[in-house]
C-alpha cells in the first residue's frame, strides 16, 4: 500500500503516529508519505518513506496550518491507497481526501476540556459540545479505529489499536538511586505530586523526559537540585534512558479523560523493567496490581509516593516487581501484536472501499 499519514497538532516524532505506526508500515513493506510541521535539525529519513513539510497548527496558526495541510491533502491523498489523519482538525478536510480514509483517535477530545486550563471556565460547557458535534461529524466521513477501548463509549464499537510498546530482548535491572517520569510534564500529569515528593526524600534523582506545559515552566526553574526536566526526547531514546531506574511515575490526577484511559507509559516502564508507582486510575490501578508490576498510590499524596520509594528500596521487592512487569507486558501489552491488529484493519478498509469520490 502507498498510506499518507498526517498531523499538524502532535510532534513529528509521536510515538504512536511515528515510532509506531509508521514505523510498522514501513516494516511491512508499504510506502509512507508523511505530511507533519517537521521543520529544521531533524533527519526522520527512513527507506519508504516522504516526508512533505506542512505548518504546525498552534495559537492564531490554526487556520494557516488547516489550508496547508488542505493543499497537501489534496495534492498527495489522489496517488494513496489510504490516508489516516490523527487530529479531530483534520476531519474537517475529508472531502480534501481522495480515497479510503481513517481517523486515529487516540485522545478524548470531549473529556481533554478538563486538562485544557486556557479555556475559561465559562466556554468549557460549549467546548465540549463543540466536540461531540466535531467527533459524530467525523464518524461519519472516515473509517475510526481507537486507541483505547474507553474511547468506545464515545465511538462505538470501532477497532482498538493500543497504544503498546515494543518489548527489547534485555533489560537493565533497576537501581536504587533515580525515578523517571516520560510524557508531558503538566498539573494534571502530576507534576506538583512528584516534586513535593521529590522534597520528602534522600538521595534518590528525579529525571523527567518529556515537554514541559508552559504554566509548570516556574515550578521546573525552582524545582530541587535532584529534579532534572531533559525536554522533549524521542521516544525510543527515552526509554532506553529510564532502564535501571528504581521507578516510573503515573502519577495521573483524577480527572474524566483519565480515569479510564489506558496509561502508555506504564506499559512502557513494565517493559522496560521499571517498578511502576501509579495514582488509582482504575484501568491503571488493574494493570499494575494484577501484575504485581509496583504500588499504587492515592491521589494528591506525596507522602505516598515518597513511601512508595522507599519501600521499592527493598532490592528483592524491586526486582520482583520488575520481573512481573516485563513478563505481563510480554504476553500482553506487546506492539508485536497490536501492530498486526493495526495492519489487518488498514488492509481491510482498503479493501473494502470499493468507490469513494474526490472534492477540492
Not at 519508504?48 to 495559537?59: K, N, P, T, V
Not at 481517523?103 to 477530545?109: A, R, S, T
Not at 527489547?168 to 500529569?189: A, E, K, L, N, Q
Request: glycine residues 6%; charged residues 25%.
Amino acid at each position: 500500500m502507498r498510506v499518507v499519514v498526517a498531523t499538524i497538532v502532535h510532534d513529528p516524532e509521536d510515538a504512536r503516529i511515528f515510532h509506531r505506526q509508521i514505523g510498522a508500515l514501513l516494516a511491512a513493506g508499504h510506502q509512507v508519505v508523511y505530511l507533519a510541521p517537521v521543520g529544521t535539525g531533524r533527519d526522520l529519513a527512513q527507506p519508504g518513506l516522504r516526508i512533505r513539510e506542512i505548518s504546525r497548527a498552534h495559537g492564531r496558526h490554526r487556520i494557516a496550518a488547516l489550508r496547508s495541510a488542505r493543499r497537501a491533502l489534496i495534492e498527495e491523498s489522489p496517488d494513496a491507497d489510504l490516508t489516516i489523519v490523527h487530529d479531530p482538525e483534520l476531519t474537517v478536510l475529508a472531502r480534501s481526501i481522495c480515497g479510503p480514509k481513517v481517523w486515529d483517535v487516540h485522545e478524548d477530545l470531549v473529556a481533554q476540556v478538563s486538562d485544557k486550563h486556557w479555556i475559561p471556565t465559562a466556554l468549557r460547557g460549549p467546548a465540549r459540545l463543540l466536540g461531540r458535534r466535531l467527533e459524530r461529524r467525523a464518524r461519519g466521513r472516515f473509517k475510526t479505529m481507537l486507541a483505547e477501548p474507553s474511547y468506545r463509549e464515545s465511538h462505538g464499537d470501532r477497532p482498538v489499536v493500543r497504544n503498546t510498546p515494543e518489548i527489547p530482548d534485555d533489560v537493565v535491572p533497576p537501581g536504587d538511586d533515580r525515578i523517571v517520569y516520560v510524557g508531558r510534564v503538566s498539573h494534571g500529569r502530576g507534576i506538583d505530586t512528584m516534586l513535593a515528593a521529590t522534597r520528602l526524600i534522600d538521595g534518590v534523582r528525579l529525571d523527567l523526559y518529556g515537554p514541559v506545559d508552559r504554566d509548570v515552566e516556574p515550578l521546573i526553574r525552582h524545582a530541587p537540585a535532584s529534579v532534572t526536566s531533559h525536554g522533549f526526547v524521542t521516544n525510543p531514546e527515552a526509554l532506553r534512558r529510564i532502564e535501571g531506574a528504581m521507578a516510573g511515575l503515573a502519577i495521573l490526577a483524577d480527572q474524566p479523560n483519565y480515569r479510564h484511559s489506558m496509561p502508555t507509559k506504564i506499559f512502557e516502564y513494565m517493559a522496560r523493567g521499571v517498578p511502576v508507582i501509579t495514582t488509582p486510575n482504575p484501568v491503571a490501578r488493574r494493570i499494575v496490581e494484577d501484575a504485581g508490576a509496583g504500588i499504587v498510590v492515592p491521589f494528591n499524596d506525596p507522602s505516598a509516593v515518597a513511601e512508595a520509594i522507599d519501600r521499592l528500596a527493598d532490592v528483592e521487592f524491586r526486582r520482583r516487581c520488575a520481573a512481573n512487569g516485563r513478563r505481563v507486558a510480554q504476553a500482553s501489552y506487546n506492539w508485536s501484536t497490536d501492530s498486526r491488529v493495526m495492519l489487518d484493519f488498514l488492509e481491510s478498509v482498503v479493501h473494502d472501499v470499493r468507490s469513494s469520490s474526490c472534492h477540492g
